[in-house]
């Protein structure tokens, strides 16, 4: 299981990006946090979740 | 009849009772870059030009619009100036030994680097959420030796205490609380933004003074 914003999913063996597909994320708007790490955009379709992951998608909203 | 301001010494010798003479000197010898220079950034250069932190980099693209001064920190005879210029005015008026450098630009993937070069820590006070996606993802991804406090949801009128600061990875914090957008919100409200810009503010200093999240 991988735990994702704080809930265990069964997405191991997807790439990030195979994942973020599956949700309503805008990747225009997101930074992905795995395992204390920020992931380059570049290896959102390289890093495979492996059992264990915690990662934390912060999507950021419009304001300032 | 002419009103003289203390001299940099009697200045930075008040600062050091305030704030300690070790935190002080810290402060001063920091250099901090501000991204957007609205709610957000003006507020955060505020809090930093009085604490004494020595360098501000000021970097925002905008000129100032009437509907920004019901949060942000410019005057009504400032419409229309430049946010670089007003601001770096404005913040030698009340901390007249602060070193500022402004850059009247839009922050871009290809000069981000060149710009935050010089700074030891980048606050992202941008008000688009893309904007802000695009510096977080750069600077943890081409400056990783650089401290980041970002920013993201303090619109609408919401609780003050949902507003807060996460330490995301080893030097990339988060201010806010995540969720309120202003298109979804309808409104910025200048106390709420405010509280969001001085999480961001006090977040710098405790970095400066190496006091780090959990």
């Known amino acids: 299981m991988v735990k994702i914003n704080g809930k265990e999913l069964n997405v191991a063996g997807k790439t990030i990006a195979e994942y973020l597909a599956t949700t309503n994320y805008d990747p225009k708007r997101i930074a992905v946090e795995r395992n204390g790490d920020i992931v380059f955009k570049s290896e959102y379709d390289e890093i495979l979740l492996q059992d264990g992951d915690s990662i934390e998608v912060v999507s950021f909203v419009g304001g300032g | ?214």
């Open chain 2, 1 to 214: 009849m002419v009103k003289l301001i203390p001299t940099k010494e009697e200045w930075y010798r008040a600062l050091s009772e305030r704030h300690g003479k070790k935190t002080q000197k810290s402060f001063e010898s920091a250099t901090v870059a501000i991204c957007g220079l609205g709610g957000l950034g003006s507020n955060i250069a505020f809090a930093l030009a009085r604490a004494g932190v020595g360098k501000l980099i000021l970097i925002d693209f905008d000129s100032i619009d009437i509907t920004n001064l019901h949060r942000q920190q410019y005057k009504a005879n400032q419409i229309g100036t430049s946010k670089t210029d007003a601001l770096k005015e404005n913040l030698l008026e009340i901390a007249p030994y602060v070193t500022i450098e402004t850059h009247s630009v839009r922050i871009s993937e290809n000069n981000a680097e060149a710009l935050l070069e010089k700074a030891d820590i980048i606050c992202e006070a941008f008000d688009d959420a893309e904007s802000k996606a695009m510096l977080v993802n750069i600077v943890t991804e081409r400056m990783p030796e650089k401290y980041l406090v970002a920013a993201s949801g303090m619109a609408g009128m919401g609780s003050a205490n949902t507003i807060q600061t996460r330490r995301i990875s080893r030097r990339f914090y988060l201010c806010g609380d995540g969720t309120s957008d202003v298109s979804e919100a309808g409104s910025l409200v200048a106390s709420r933004v405010m509280l969001c810009a001085a999480h961001q503010a006090h977040t710098v200093l405790r970095i400066i003074a190496e006091q780090y999240e959990t």
